[in-house]
C-alpha cells in the first residue's frame, strides 16, 4: 500500500489548506483530497510542487508498506426493519441487520482471507438522528491472532484510508441492503442515519468521528 503524507507534513508545520492553495496555485479541493488520500493518482507536476513548497523529496513525501489489503462486504438479506415516520423523532425498532467482512491480505506471493462478521448491536437516537452500532468481530480466534500480526506492521498513518475504505463499504452495503426492500418510506429517514462501529480490527474506530 502506498499512501501520501500530505496531512501530517502540513500539521507538523502548521499550514492550512487555504494558505497552501494561495501559496503554490493548487486547488483547495485538490489539497484536500490529497491530503485524505482520497485521490486515485496524483499528477506528478501536483507532487513536484508540494514537494518544493514543502522543502521534502518524493520519498519523504509518500509512505510504502508491502502489504496489500482488500475489503469486501456483503449485507445478508434484511428480514426486519421497521421505521416509524410519522412522528418526530424519528424512531426504529424490529430491526435484524447482519454482514460478512472478507479481508484480502495480499503480501509478496502470499494472499489470506480472514473473515468478520458484523450485527447490528444498537440503535439509539440522539436529537432526532438514527445511529445504528455495528459490531465487528473475527468468526475464528486464530485468524483473529494471525491477522494482529499483521495490524502490528501497519503504521497508524494508513489507519485513517483503512477506516474511510472499510465503513464506505459496510454503509454502501447497508444502504443497498436497506433499500433493496423497496420501502417507500425509507427515502428520506434512512440518509440521516449513521453509522457507528465496535471492532475487533485496530483501523476501525469507535465512535466514529464525524
Do not use: W
Not at 503554490?24 to 513548497?53: F, P
Not at 502490528?152 to 436497506?178: A, C, D, Q, W, Y
Amino acid at each position: 500500500m502506498i499512501r501520501n503524507r500530505l496531512a501530517e507534513l502540513l500539521s507538523e508545520r502548521s499550514l492550512k489548506i487555504t494558505r497552501v492553495a494561495k501559496d503554490t496555485g493548487i486547488s483547495r479541493n485538490t489539497i484536500t483530497s490529497t491530503a485524505q488520500n482520497d485521490s486515485k493518482m496524483i499528477q506528478l507536476e501536483t507532487i513536484n510542487t508540494l514537494c518544493k513548497y514543502l522543502a521534502v523529496t518524493p520519498n519523504e513525501f509518500f509512505q510504502f508498506i508491502p502489504i496489500d489489503l482488500e475489503f469486501h462486504v456483503i449485507t445478508n438479506p434484511i428480514q426486519k426493519l421497521r421505521i416509524i415516520t410519522d412522528e418526530f423523532p424519528l424512531t426504529i425498532s424490529d430491526v435484524d441487520i447482519s454482514l460478512d467482512l472478507y479481508i484480502d491480505c495480499f503480501s509478496e506471493r502470499n494472499k489470506q482471507t480472514f473473515e468478520l462478521e458484523g450485527v447490528l448491536s444498537d440503535v439509539s437516537e440522539v436529537d432526532g438522528m438514527l445511529i445504528a452500532t455495528i459490531s465487528i468481530k473475527f468468526r475464528s480466534e486464530d485468524e483473529k491472532i494471525e491477522f494482529k500480526k499483521i495490524e502490528k506492521m501497519i503504521p497508524v498513518g494508513f489507519h485513517t484510508s483503512l477506516f474511510r475504505t472499510i465503513t464506505g463499504k459496510i454503509e454502501e452495503s447497508i444502504t443497498n441492503g436497506i433499500y433493496d426492500l423497496n420501502i417507500e418510506s425509507l427515502n428520506d429517514s434512512i440518509s440521516g442515519m449513521m453509522i457507528e462501529y465496535e471492532s475487533e480490527l485496530d483501523f476501525v474506530y469507535y465512535p466514529l468521528p464525524f
